[in-house]
């Protein structure tokens, strides 16, 4: 998760938990979908969501930490035009936890598999943050399979953020701290400070666990290596030779703040704040150039929303859909 790098990079607590997941919790809530699992690999099963409607494939990704229930309040307004799903990452939620297979092939082969097993030979893909891995590597491999491609603040060279990371453990990041919080309600409230809105119901839900008799928060409900391996699995993009139509949309921050963060804070080794002062000029020519390539490619249509942080679509729902409808319609 990365909102701006003063608020939160990525949610990078790996709390102790289980192995396997947890059974999903109770609830009388009515389902804004119907839930089922579909088999990716040998002992691999990924969440399905299908929220139901009419038309083409449209498949919604979390990135890393999320659910595909993080989707809830942004999915069902493409009923109308799309059958639209989501998918949870395996490692995380109620998908498996197998202890391999976070890097960015498997994870990508991982959705082809599911679209194979859901009967679906094309779909336009919606991938949020780590997603745009994913995005890539099905543009990149598996153009027939896809539409087109809607990256949801999901450009970002994470393969190059790897290789800056490959020398040693993870860096401390600006995060939110839900150890503590009293409640579910506390930690909605935290999160929706941090991200510009309350994240829905069911992300909350399947996303973290809960003290049955306290209510206090517990962990994240996820296999606990699974971050550190999406992250340090991440490969370099190579978004020019994707063909198809691209929709990119993204706020004003880029890892160069995570990364500036980094070079001064007090708190990390002083060898890590040295290789991060002399990688910032790089990283920020880099995403400069980066970004004057994709505005330049013919197929790709680049939005940015100054300000409106990593999860895009909940302080600036309105115009998150009005670009996705405008770019779906075309």
């Known amino acids: 998760m990365r909102t701006s790098w003063l608020r939160l990079s990525w949610v990078l607590l790996l709390s102790a938990c289980a192995t396997t997941p947890p059974p ?55 009923k109308a035009t799309h059958h639209v799903y989501a998918f949870t990452r395996r490692g995380f939620g109620a998908s498996s936890w197998p202890a391999t297979g976070y890097d960015s092939a498997t994870l990508g082969h991982d959705v082809l598999a599911a679209m194979e097993g859901l009967g679906l030979k094309k779909a336009t893909l919606v991938g949020h943050s780590l997603a745009g891995d994913e995005l890539n590597w099905m543009g990149l491999n598996h153009p027939e399979r896809v539409e087109a491609l809607i990256f949801l603040d999901a450009t970002d060279n994470k393969g190059e953020i790897a290789e800056f990371l490959k020398p040693g453990p993870l860096p401390p990041l600006p995060f939110t701290v839900l150890d503590g919080q009293p409640s579910r309600e506390a930690v909605t409230a935290l999160l929706a400070r941090d991200l510009g809105g309350p994240f829905p119901p ?47 949309i993204s706020d004003d921050q880029a890892f160069a703040g995570w990364v500036a963060y980094l070079s001064q804070a007090e708190n990390v080794p002083a060898d890590l704040r040295e290789r991060a002062r002399v990688f910032l000029p790089e990283l ?47």
């Open 24 to 78: 999903p919790p109770g609830g009388t809530v009515e389902p804004l979908h119907q839930v089922s699992r579909v088999r990716v690999a040998p002992e691999v099963e990924l969440e399905v969501l299908d929220y139901g409607g009419k038309g083409p494939a449209l498949v919604f990704l979390a990135g890393v930490g999320s659910t595909g229930h993080v989707f809830d309040v942004l999915a069902p307004e493409f």
């Open 284 to 330: 920020r020519q880099h995403e400069a150039a980066q970004e004057a390539l994709l505005k330049s490619l013919p197929n790709w249509k680049v939005v940015t929303l100054p300000g409106a942080g990593h999860y895009l679509w909940l302080p600036r729902q309105a115009e998150v859909i009005s670009e996705m409808r405008a770019f779906l319609g075309r």
């Open 202 to 248: 069911h992300e909350i839900d399947q996303a973290y666990e809960f003290d049955a008799v306290t209510g206090a928060y517990l962990r994240y409900r996820r296999l606990p290596e699974a971050t550190e391996q999406c992250i340090r699995g991440a490969a370099l993009p190579d978004y020019a030779k994707l063909k198809g139509p691209v929709l990119a």
